[in-house]
């Protein structure tokens, strides 16, 4: 067993690159947004939440981040129950369908909104057609945009974890509870439904932490009019370089993000104890 | 096997008779089929929705037309040959290739090492240290970026290779640490110890035990680290500087305007990650099948 022990050291080259390239940055960023001319200070973080602008910016990102998570709740939901009912090999196939976007370039994925919903685009060109509308709908360039891309690049992030919770749930619960007399109305309701619902809200918390730091899908399809955290990041970065505004900006959701991913954790692991 | 929830029909039919609901009960089973109809149309509807990306811009890339219209008015490789033909798209290609290849080969072989001191060693700390090897992924990449930025910025390497070489490589480590964790821990460490009592130093152990059974999930890891950083954008554009590489030229060219060529090189990025990505799913459910039958 002695010659084993060298095992552990080798987890030593790769501690020293992250702790010199990405820990030592984290924090150097983190102190950088603490220091100001006069020795420590919270100027920075006093005017991140101060100044209406900033605040209208974290608002409008919580708001969309809410909004991306309920549209994939009730899109996910009924695709990841209906997945779990199909036949093994259409589920094959299914899952397949999932799973393939969720390995494409998201900004490939992005791109093609935009020549799905552009002025000329298919839809408003379908519309229009139909006679539905006169002038093309504004899809791009505002929030719907941005929302419609985001759902689509971080769908299989909720469902994908919510069809392996489903397919989990123990069979005989839901027959006792047909045995006992309850309407298939009431054993969805009442039993499956209660069941599923951890790896629902670990899947929604998933999707809201990822849209909070999401930059390229509102960056292109948001057109510099929907600004959101990490595009005002991009501004005081490569822009109008404000370093300490920008390591304070970077800290809060930071800490935000950490402390979703923690009840994420909590959410998982309530899912395996049920 | 049963498989799904038996609601409608059979549970139906079992429960109806003994709740005497005579008439109802085939107004409710009619009901059922509605609602079992309902449901498959919405999941197909969103299933189309996931897809609709690939199913537009790949037949898009091979229209002859220059505008943007669906369904493509022809057949040409006009946008490929405009690609291929811009010596600028090239280079991005170059420099994306170059930089996949070095930085998943250096993630595979500095998270191999590591996971498998993670899963065999047993030191204080080692949930922390996986935590910390796994961060990449769940910290927004746009805060790694600006905290990259300026720390290579403070050492004067903003907009050197070897900084972008470690952006990326830091991408790839959490897929490496996590799919090699797993590897190795299904990997019966008894099987070492054997090759060890045998007299075999750790190096031949490596070579000749580790090495050839844990070569699948390798080759899927390292596929993984390719691919995330072939298709990686924020950090190099946050601190690539003069470094082009195809994701970050086609996100440029973007913001700026829509130019039907970018369907050529879009269609060029799914085709690399999705034929890297099924091959690592091939080797992962080998490996898997492999590793089942050694447990029986």
Redesign the interface.
Known sequence: MSRMTPSAWLVLPLLLLMAVGFNLPLLAMLGQSFVGAAGLTLTHFREVFEASAYLKVMASTFRIALITAAVCVVLGYPLAYWLRRLSPRWQMVALALVVVPFWISILVRTYAWIVVLGNAGIVNRGLMALGLIEVPLAFLYNELGVVIGTVNVLLPFLVLPLFAAMIKIDERLLRAAETLGASPFAVFWRVFFPLSLPALAAGAVLVFILTLGFFITPAVLGGGRVPMVASMLDLFVNQMPNWELASAISAVLLVVTIALFVLYLRLTRAQETT | M???????VP??A??AP??ALGRHFSDMQAA?RVNRIV??L??LG??V??????L??VP?SFSSAT????PPEGFSMRWYGQIFGDPRWVRAMQTSLVLALLSSTLALV??G??A???V????YGRMA?QS??V??M???????A??????LA?IGMLGSFAGLL?GH??LG?PYV?LIMSVAIRSFDSRI??VA?TLGAS?FTMFRRVLVPNLLPSTAAAWIFAF?TSF?E??IT??IGGTHETV?KR??ND??MQ?NPS??AI?TL??AV??GL?ALAAMLVRRSRATAGQDAA
Request: overall charge positive; some cysteine; glycine content about 4%.
């Open positions: 049963t498989r799904g929830v038996p609601l409608p549970a139906l079992r429960v003994r709740l059922m449901l498959a919405c999941a969103v299933l929705f996931l897809c609709l990306p690939v537009i811009v898009m505008s943007l219209h669906f500095l998270g090492f590591a498998y001191g993670l065999r060693g047993r030191f240290i910390n090897f961060a990449p769940i910290i927004p990449s746009v805060v790694t600006v905290a990259l930025y300026f720390a403070r470690l490589t830091l480590v640490v070492e110890q060890f750790w691919v298709d954008v924020v554009a946050f994701p086609m996100f973007l913001v829509v970018i369907t879009a990025l799914i990650s999705v990505m």
